[in-house]
């Protein structure tokens, strides 16, 4: 040490040498904050391992758990953004959305939605609006986001959306009642999906198959969708099933005003 | 410095774009600053991000005309001193200083592991331990414009900027921080105990460390 001691200038390179490397995960993590890279990790869903990937901003994306390559190469293929495992979660989104997956509906789960159109988060907040173990048509949303020629639209932005499970687009079901596509897997994943939020897939689609899209009433007259939560106390005896809401209508049956059923006649 | 300065230009064009050039180009010097100023590794390395992070969302928010004006080194530099003296105080509010673990930290330096030959190596990670130790023992004012001037390398004029001190009050602390550690250093062997003032229940842990060795 006397060596450095000496002279100012052996002391300063002494200094100058004791700069050193910054671990890997000091950029990576800045980026992550920063939104420019994400992290993601495997939660357990009724669906089974899924894949959670997040940054600075919110949740990203949300995938089967298959293999880690071929996961992380259609994230950045599809995002352009790198993306690098992580252990798990951080604890605070975990339970978020362990909870929204339990059904409740006030949770905030901050998204990261950047590169989509405003059209696409519309849906995509309005499905959100859907009650666990409850279904509503892509003719609702359209409906519902003041879009109810965009029926079609609905459906294409419901495929597209990159946080399942986190968006319940799995709430939402064809015009004709039957389940529809689903990104996570299929129609069985969708069923079973449903299924685990304690819907009957069975009775919803025997009864869309024969034609049923409403259920209304006969000591309220009020007609609703045939999952909302009001129909679903309808005793059988006092329940009136309509293929049509201006056959309800005519008959004297009004809207319910939690699942707010349109129209669906010009819904494809 | 020149690719500073386009850095900067490109920060100000497109700074999702240009940001991650930012991060490879000053997150080990960052890292550094912090390093030399805490002592321990895991603390450094939260400074170190989280500076980076700060910087990212001021430029955000900055109008494009500022970003390019910016001069990164000593203003990343001012943001890592910042972060790192109220995590230095956040720390001391948590434990009173009388751990030894910035010791152990303060000199590993995986870096220099299996650079030259063997001896030199070992002699090098020796005078790397010794010195971070005496870092440690300057008061903050004192070691955080020595850690810019000669371990980061800015220019006296860039460290008062980056403190926000008179590059007369810099250059009186880069120096007696010269004296003090050149002090340190002579009457070694002594360990350091930490980044703040030898208090006396430290300075009975000093006949234990020598136990130890």
Same mark, same amino acid.
């Given at each position: ?14 200094? =100058? ?66 993306? !690098?495992? !992580? ?7 975990? &339970? ?5 997956? %339990? ?55 419901? !495929? ?14 064809? &015009? ?12 069985? =994943? ?39 939560? %009001? ?14 809401? &201006?056959?309800?209508?005519? !008959? ?17 | ?31 550094? #600053? ?56 956040? #720390? ?80 009186? @602390? ?9 002090? #340190?250093?002579?009457?070694?062997? @002594? ?23």
């Amino acid at each position: 040490m006397t060596v450095l001691a000496r002279s100012d200038t052996a002391l300063e390179s002494a200094l =100058a040498d004791l700069r050193v490397e910054a671990p890997a995960s000091v950029g990576f993590s800045a980026l992550v904050d920063a939104g420019l890279a994400d992290r993601y990790a495997s939660i357990d869903t009724p669906l089974g391992a899924v894949f959670v990937a997040w940054n600075g901003r919110g949740v990203s994306w949300v995938a089967p758990a298959t293999d880690p390559p071929a996961f992380e190469d259609r994230f950045r293929t599809t995002l352009g953004r790198d993306i !690098a495992p !992580a252990d798990e979660l951080p604890a605070r989104l975990a &339970s978020a959305i362990a909870r929204r997956l %339990d059904g409740d509906r006030r949770v905030r789960i901050p998204l990261d939605l950047r590169g989509h159109t405003p059209f696409e988060v519309a849906v995509w907040t309005k499905a959100l609006e859907i009650p666990r173990g409850e279904v509503r048509p892509y003719g609702w949303i359209a409906a519902e986001i003041g879009k109810p020629k965009a029926v079609r639209a609905v459906g294409t932005a419901l !495929a597209h959306n990159p946080v399942p499970l986190v968006v319940p687009c799995h709430r939402v079901v064809r &015009s004709d009642g039957m389940i529809g596509q689903y990104s996570m897997g299929g129609p069985d =994943a969708k069923r079973r999906m449903l299924a685990a939020e304690g819907l009957d897939t069975r009775v919803l689609e025997t009864e869309a198959a024969a034609g049923i899209r409403f259920i209304g009433s006969d000591t309220t007259h009020i007609v609703c969708h045939p999952t909302c939560r %009001d129909a679903r106390r309808v005793t059988a005896r006092h329940r009136i099933p309509f293929t049509s809401l &201006s056959a309800a209508a005519s !008959a004297g049956y009004r809207p319910c005003l939690h699942c707010r059923p349109v129209s669906l006649a010009s819904a494809a | 410095m020149d690719t500073d300065v386009a850095l900067a230009h490109r920060l100000a064009r497109d700074i999702d774009a240009a940001f991650p050039a930012l991060v490879a180009a000053h997150q080990d010097r960052l890292f550094t #600053i912090a390093f030399r100023l805490l002592g321990e590794r895991r603390d450094a390395e939260e400074v170190a991000q989280d500076a980076l992070v700060r910087a990212f969302r001021a430029m955000h928010d900055y109008p494009k005309n500022r970003v390019a004006a910016l001069r990164l080194r000593p203003w990343l530099a001012s943001i890592a001193v910042n972060l790192a003296r109220n995590r230095r105080r956040r #720390i001391e509010d948590r434990h009173p200083p009388t751990s030894l673990e910035p010791l152990v930290d303060a000199g590993y330096d995986p870096a220099a592991d299996g650079r030259g030959s063997p001896g030199t190596a070992a002699d090098r990670r020796e005078t790397q331990r010794e010195l971070a130790a005496a870092l440690l023992r300057l008061t903050p004012a004192v070691r955080s414009a020595i850690v810019l001037r000669h371990v980061d390398g800015l220019s006296v004029r860039e460290v008062a900027e980056a403190l926000g001190r008179p590059e007369g009050t810099v250059k009186a @602390q880069v120096h007696r921080g010269l004296r003090e550690l050149r002090a #340190i250093l002579e009457s070694s062997p @002594q360990p350091a105990v930490r980044a703040t003032e030898p208090t006396a229940r430290a300075a009975r842990l000093v006949p234990a460390l020598e136990a130890v060795r």
